[in-house]
């Protein structure tokens, strides 16, 4: 998943991948892994 997060693909299709109900809940997943979204997405109206 990070590879697919790296890639600048959709964060909501990396959301449903994951099966995440928020993004809130793939934003804490991103950053356990190391990795940190855009502020601009994570604040974003999906």
């Known amino acids: ?3 697919f ?3 600048n693909l959709s ?3 990396l ?3 994951l099966r995440h109900h ?3 809940m793939t934003d804490i ?3 356990s892994l190391g990795m ?3 502020n601009g997405l994570a604040n974003k109206d999906w």
């Open 1 to 3: 998943m990070v590879n």
């Open 5 to 7: 997060y790296k890639s």
């Open 11 to 13: 964060i909501k299709t």
């Open 15 to 17: 959301q449903s991948q």
């Open 22 to 24: 928020s993004l809130e």
């Open 29 to 31: 997943y991103l950053r």
């Open 36 to 38: 940190v979204l855009d």
